[in-house]
């Protein structure tokens, strides 16, 4: 299996301050199916995010090495399939050991045998151990997945 997908959230605040916040988070992966339904792998997520308050704007990127669980519920000749996934994420840029959780669920559309258009939700749960720096983050995303056949 090889893919990824683009995620996006945007939240503003009700307070005083009108503090918004803008993430993107794309993810390219590869995965391997070792079960009928279930592939595991690693993806590499590249998360920007920016934010705008009253006490002025704060932007950060990271770079993060994810292994991934993948499942999907329905058999594989489906042409729309459900699916959840988790990941673990480690920090390869920065040094402030930033670690993030991820849980997704979506829909996979086939559009032939091998290839799947899929939307999802995200939560995001992220931490640094340097500092007391972490979300809980809600994700909107879009991507492609090309399941390859193996040789019989």
């Known amino acids: 299996m090889v893919g990824g997908d683009v995620n996006f959230s945007y939240s503003k605040s009700k307070s005083d301050t ?11 992966n590869v995965g391997y199916f070792f079960f009928d339904k279930a592939a595991f792998g690693t993806k590499v997520d590249y ?8 006490d002025g704007n704060t932007r950060f990127d990271r770079l993060l090495v994810s292994p991934f ?6 058999e594989s000749e489906k042409q729309v399939n459900v699916f959840i996934e988790s990941s673990y994420g480690f920090s390869i840029l ?15 559309i086939f559009l032939n045998s091998s ?9 995001l749960n992220s931490n640094s151990k340097n500092a007391y720096v972490g979300a809980n983050t809600i994700l909107l995303g879009f991507g492609v997945q090309v399941h390859l056949e193996r040789e019989r």
């Open 115 to 123: 290839v799947a258009f899929e939307i999802s939700i995200a939560y």
């Open 94 to 108: 920065n040094e402030d050991n930033f670690t993030e959780f991820s849980i997704k669920g979506g829909t996979a």
């Open 69 to 74: 669980a993948r499942y999907y519920f329905l």
């Open 47 to 54: 998360m920007l995010s920016r934010s705008k308050s009253d």
């Open 18 to 28: 009108g503090d918004r916040t803008f993430i993107m988070k794309a993810s390219p």
